[in-house]
T-cell receptor, first 115, second 118 residues
Framework: AQSVAQPEDQVNVAEGNPLTVKCTYSVSGNPYLFWYVQYPNRGLQFLLKYITGDNLVKGSYGFEAEFNKSQTSFHLKKPSALVSDSALYFCAVRARSGGSYIPTFGRGTSLIVHP | GAVVSQHPSWVICKSGTSVKIECRSLDFQATTMFWYRQFPKQSLMLMATSNEGSKATYEQGVEKDKFLINHASLTLSTLTVTSAHPEDSSFYIC??????????????FGEGSRLTVL
């Protein structure tokens, strides 16, 4: 079985400050990790993914995430937060073996960026 | 990125009626689509995996006869909520990936359908 944990229901940050949204995962095989963002009453949008290669992955809207195999983490980061980044963020994992190709989502973290 | 269109965005219906939600992949073929249900301020709950040309695979606890899924073509999957009741009120979201469901592929989501059953 595979699982994803997003330990924070909500993250508050001031505009211009760096932000981190945490994600840890559990899967037997090699993980394929994804971040999605959801704005109110909308579907999810793909931000970035880690498949293989460089541990630091860059994605849309200035976001990046760092894959850490030893800590089984894939935290989402941005050097300077914008008010418009306020949204719900989901981490997800898929696996070819030892898990499921069906993505498993974390419970979501609400990011609130204060002006 | 690839586009998934979901319709309708909002629907209000009376208790006991049925509602159909459509999910279309506009610029790619999708042999597999996923249907999710989302409660307020909660994560996505996978309801079923829709497979083109075959029966959908439902998650445990999801009533097959209540939530009918049809994936008749490579670009269209439908979810029909039959005999809807107020507890079926929710936000339903579909998703698909242009990589034929490849495990390394990201998913693209419809805009969601807000169902309110009176």
């Amino acid at each position: 079985a595979q699982s994803v944990a997003q330990p924070e229901d909500q993250v508050n940050v001031a505009e211009g400050n760096p932000l981190t949204v945490k994600c840890t995962y559990s899967v037997s095989g090699n993980p394929y990790l994804f971040w999605y963002v959801q704005y109110p009453n909308r579907g999810l949008q793909f931000l970035l993914k880690y498949i293989t290669g460089d541990n630091l992955v860059k994605g849309s809207y200035g976001f990046e995430a760092e894959f850490n195999k030893s800590q089984t983490s894939f935290h989402l980061k941005k050097p300077s937060a914008l008010v418009s980044d306020s949204a719900l963020y989901f981490c997800a994992v898929r696996a070819r073996s030892g898990g499921s190709y069906i993505p498993t989502f974390g419970r979501g973290t609400s990011l609130i960026v204060h002006p | 990125g690839a586009v998934v269109s979901q319709h309708p965005s909002w629907v209000i219906c009376k208790s006991g009626t049925s509602v159909k939600i459509e999910c279309r992949s506009l610029d790619f073929q999708a042999t597999t689509m996923f249907w999710y249900r989302q409660f307020p301020k909660q994560s996505l709950m996978l309801m079923a995996t829709s497979n083109e040309g075959s029966k959908a695979t439902y998650e445990q606890g999801v009533e097959k006869d209540k939530f009918l899924i049809n994936h008749a073509s490579l670009t269209l999957s439908t979810l029909t909520v039959t005999s809807a009741h107020p507890e079926d009120s929710s936000f339903y979201i579909c998703s698909a990936g242009p990589s034929g469901g490849a495990v390394t592929g990201e998913l693209f989501f419809g805009e969601g359908s807000r169902l309110t059953v009176l």
